[in-house]
Structure formats: C-alpha cells, structure tokens
C-alpha cells in the first residue's frame, strides 16, 4: 500500500475546549475506495505537532467505560483506586487509553471507530484484511495532520491490540512503535480453533457487538458528550444491519482447517520490525496470552520487549503500574528521549504465587534462560507424575465427555517455580476415529482443595490450559520447539479405533510459585475443564461469565464435536514402551 494516495477530506470542525483539551469529535476520514470512517482527536489546547497514540476496533468510541461495562469499572476501581486519581475519567472508553493521562504530557489521543462500526459507514467485516488496510490509512493520515508530529504509536486493549500485529507486519511509514496489550496474533490457533477444537467464545461475543454495529442508532447509548448516538446517526432495519456486516461466524465454521482463509489474517513476523512492548496476562488462557509471547518471539523486531501481569485483562491497562510502563516505552520511542528504556531488560514478569499476590522480577529473555526443563512421567497404575519412567506397561481409560483422569506430581518438599510454557506428550487410543484432549494443569493445596487463580476472563482460573484433536496431530517440524510443539491444522489424519498414537500437545505458559505441600497435578478429559471448588458470590462479581474455570473460552458446538465421535472411550497409555511425560519449566533460584 506504500506510495498510494490516500483521497482524506478530513474537513475542519470547530474544536472544544475540555478538561484541559482541545477535542475533535467525528473527525471524518476517506479511505481510498471513498467510505468515510470517523475519529475523535484529544489535543494539547497549545497548538503544535505531538506524537500521536491511536486505536482502531468496533466498540463505538462514544459509549463510557463506565457505563457500557460499569461491572467491570466497578470492580477495576475498588481495587485500584489510583485509576480514579489525576483525571476526571470522562473520557474513559472500553480497552482504549485515557487521553486526560497522555495529552498533559504532549501526546495527542486518537481513537477511530472501524468499518461499520460506531459511527464509521460501510460494510463491517471484523478481525479481517479490509480492517488491516483501513487501520494503515488511518495511520497515515493521522501522520499528515497539522496536530501530528508524524511518530505514530498504538495502544490499546483485545481488539485494539491484535490488530496491530497485523498492521505492523504492513510497514506503515509512519508507524513508529506498538503496544499490544493482550492481544492474540495467531486466528486460528488462539481464537477460533484451540487445537483444531472449535473455540465458541465467537457465539457469545458476536452478538454483544450488534449495538455496536454502525446503523443501530437510536437503540443505542448516546454519546456523554456531544448527545449523538454512539453507533448513528442513521438507523438502519434488522435487514439493513445484516447485508452490512460480514457473517463471521458462518466463515469460520466453514473453515474448520488452517486453510488459505487465514492467510490475510496471518502475521508475516519478518516484516514487523519496529520497537514492541507486547503485554500478557498469565491467566489470558483461551485467546491472547499465547498470542503476545508468540508475537514477542516471532517479530524480526530488534528492540522487542516482554511483559506479563496477572489479574482481569483490562487491569493494569490502567494501574500506575501500567500506565508508567506504557509512558515510559512511548516517551522513548515516539519522543526519543534517553529515559533509561533502553537499558531496561527485555523481559519484565510479574511471578505468580497463590492467593493472587504477584513479585516483579526481570530477565533476560524467555524462555527463562536458567530453566530446568523437566520431564514428569505418567504412571497409569498409581495415578502418578514422577521423574523416572515406569517400569511396567500400564493403561487407564475414561469416558471422553463425562470422565477425566488426574495424575499427581508428588507433593512439594520446598517452594518450587514454575514460569515458562508446558508440553506434554501422549501416548493414546480412542474406540472411535477422533478424540479431543483438554489438559489441564491444576494445583492442589496440603489438605486436597483445588487452589483458583483471577484470570483475564474468569475468577477461578486454573494454572494452565492446553488442548488437541487427535486427528489433528501433525506438526510442522520446521516451527516446532521441544517446549512448544506446533501443529499444521491443514489437515485430519482420522484414527484407527483401538490403535495408539503418539501425541505432542501444547499447553500454554504460566507461572506460579508452588508452596511447600502443595501438589500439582495434570487433568486429562474430553470436555472443558470445570473449577472442583466452591463458586462463591465474590467470584461471581469480576465477569459476566459464570467463572467455572474457562471464561467465555468453550468448546460446546455440536457440530463441531458429535457425541458419537468425541464421547466415546479413550485410553492413555503409560509405560516403557509407551513414555507418556508431562514437560515443566522449573525455575531454579537466582
């Protein structure tokens, strides 16, 4: 899209003064096939060219945080009241920044309702190339305006940060650095299909967005500010609304392998090379912790930098802790000033440890480099994880869809950490031609209580999470890692009833600091994992989701997994012949 010009009539509009800011609302920008999206601009009242922080996402810039998600405003501020301190968060918006934090120190704010969203005509077709390319226009155009200095970065939440892997990897001129705040950058194995598992957070998602949708007008909210409709000001028919957008879910479903669908949402990771700071949550199991330590590994990037915190996963977006991080990297990337960004460690973990509580500790590089890669051995007859393979050749057989088996690590004689990604290796046989395998990594205290953690979606998350259809199994060599095992998913490779096969699975990274007399333990079954404690009331208050374990992050189509097929018996295999491990990052005291 380089050297193309880009027909902007962005015309004038009177700017108000607010809040110590000069905003423009519903800045209008013509993309080069003639639709016209639709920005607010936060300025400095002074005028000059600053450097500009900029979203792009569906989620109607016009709607209050506060109101459109006032559970999870709630319960962010309760916790952490500083978010409540040094603005009048009036102009907080789901996922995006507060520009009464950015625009004080010189940053000008943008946030651009998507195609066919909020106020933004056309068409909507979500988590697609067209939103790729209209993300790079409005780039560039943001880089020509008077108020810009031409250093563009972006920042933002989910949505607002898995589209920025995409467009980075398009090499905006202007694009000078990113913050992808957990933000998934592999579709297909991060989101829609957990293994080749069809993943329905999509079902439940989807239709939340509609009142977002460009169109919905006066059956929506109203802007706070300037008494427009957030996603008007046309309103459009059911019928309407439907011929403009992109049946997303009816693509997906079509497209159950890793087919040429997904090239124009695939990463070219060589072409993404300007400084990142890709932010994850260890409990973003089920959508985009494993997308921002991928996207951290892959980018050709030479100044790349890794944070992972704990907590919901709009969190520490806005803590001190947070916002300073994300200062900190812009003033030395989009400012150039010499704040002491440039000696920092290229990796900054928030370790782990039960009842929610969280260490800030630096490294190197990640995989930890110091890791002890441990291999903990299935023992079928006793139940058991151990260190020495099994001397006699045992099995153990569940009901896929209502049945799970556990093994146990022995209790811990000392405090031990585990902070890394996990594999594991499986040794099975189904009764029928397909079986899916949903591994679970659980702790247990000293008196046998299952030990929940706060995850991004779900307050009794468990340690770590990973999932494979059988028939799924074949790995790409070329990517492969021994700790992270990669699948093609271009391809079923049915089984033989009764014949057994060998499986590597990925289990997502985590960490977490093992207590003395706890235990760990790894779950095999064919269904979702389900918390085995009690779901208290205080749980229930973080999420709209039920906090059983998984969040929004399921796997109950089926059409996708027929009883039939996916419930029948299935049989792990232990043994000599058959050495079926669990693989831990142990991380050794410094």
Not at 28 to 42: H, K, N, Y
Not at 563 to 574: A, D, F, L, R, S
Request: proline share 6%; glycine share 8%; hydrophobic share 30%.
């Amino acid at each position: 899209m380089e050297g193309e010009e880009l027909k902007t009539e962005s015309k004038p509009k009177e700017a108000e003064i607010r809040d110590g800011m000069k905003i423009l609302w519903d800045v209008p920008i013509t993309m080069s096939d003639g639709i016209t999206l639709r920005a607010d601009v936060f300025l400095p009242v002074e005028e000059g060219a600053y450097p500009t922080i900029m979203t792009y996402g569906p989620y109607s810039k016009g709607q209050l945080f506060q109101e459109a998600y006032a559970r999870q405003w709630e319960v962010m501020t309760n916790d952490f009241p500083e978010i409540l301190e040094g603005s009048s968060n009036k102009y907080q918006n789901w996922e995006t920044t507060d520009p009464e934090r950015w625009v004080p120190d010189g940053y000008a704010v943008v946030r651009v309702d998507s195609r066919g969203a909020g106020t933004s005509e056309g068409i909507q077709h979500l988590w697609s190339k067209q939103e790729a390319n209209d993300f790079y226009e409005c780039i560039e155009w943001a880089a020509g305006e008077p108020w810009s200095n031409g250093n563009i970065g972006l920042l933002g939440i989910s949505y607002y940060a898995a589209n920025q892997w995409l467009v980075a990897a398009m090499q905006p001129k202007h694009l000078k650095a990113i913050i992808p705040w957990e933000g998934t950058s592999d579709w297909y194995r991060e989101f829609y299909y957990h293994g080749g598992i069809r993943s329905t957070f999509l079902d439940s998602w989807l239709p939340k967005q509609l009142q977002m949708q460009h169109g919905y007008g006066k059956r929506g909210r109203k802007n706070p500010h300037t008494g427009e409709w957030v996603a008007g000001p046309e309103t459009f028919s059911t019928e309407e609304l439907e011929r403009n957008r992109v049946d997303l879910l009816r693509e997906i479903k079509s497209h159950p392998l890793n087919d040429e669908y997904y090239e124009d949402i695939t990463v070219d990771w060589s072409k993404v090379n300007i400084p990142i700071l890709s932010a994850a949550n260890w409990g973003g199991e089920g959508l985009h912790l494993r997308g921002n330590i991928e996207g951290f590994l892959q980018a050709a990037s030479k100044d790349k930098y890794l944070e992972v915190h704990g907590f919901e996963h709009w969190t520490h977006f806005y803590t001190n802790y947070g916002l300073n991080l994300q200062k900190q990297f812009f003033d030395y990337c989009l400012k150039e000033e010499e704040n002491g960004w440039g000696e920092k460690p290229k990796v900054q973990l928030q370790i782990r440890h039960v009842g929610n509580k969280f260490v800030q500790r630096s490294e190197s590089d990640w995989p930890i480099p110091r890791t002890e890669w441990t291999k903990y051995y299935l023992d079928a007859e006793n139940k058991t994880l151990d260190r020495k393979t099994p001397n006699k050749a045992e099995k153990v057989t569940y009901t896929a869809l209502n049945e799970n088996v556990i093994f146990y690590l022995p209790k811990a004689e000392k405090e031990t950490e585990i902070t890394g990604p996990l594999a594991a290796k499986l040794f099975v046989s189904s009764e029928t031609e397909d079986t899916d395998l949903f591994l679970t990594v659980c702790l247990f205290s000293n008196d046998g209580e299952e030990v929940s953690f706060r995850g991004a979606m779900d307050a009794n998350a468990p340690v770590a999470q990973g999932w494979l259809r059988a028939s799924h199994r074949k790995l790409d060599k070329g990517k492969s890692l021994f700790y992270r095992p990669y699948h093609t998913h271009d391809e079923k490779q049915p089984l033989s009833p009764g014949e057994v096969y060998e499986l590597d699975i990925e289990i997502w990274p985590t960490s977490i600091v093992i207590p003395e007399g706890y235990q760990l333990a790894l779950k095999i079954s064919g269904k979702d994992h389900e918390y085995s404690g009690e779901i208290t009331e205080e749980s229930k208050k973080f999420h709209r989701y039920p906090s059983k374990g998984c969040g929004p992050f399921l796997h109950e189509d089926p059409s996708d997994r027929p009883e039939e097929i996916y419930g029948g018996e299935v049989t792990i295999h232990t043994g000599p012949e058959y050495s079926s491990y669990l693989l831990l990052p142990i991380i050794p005291e410094k």
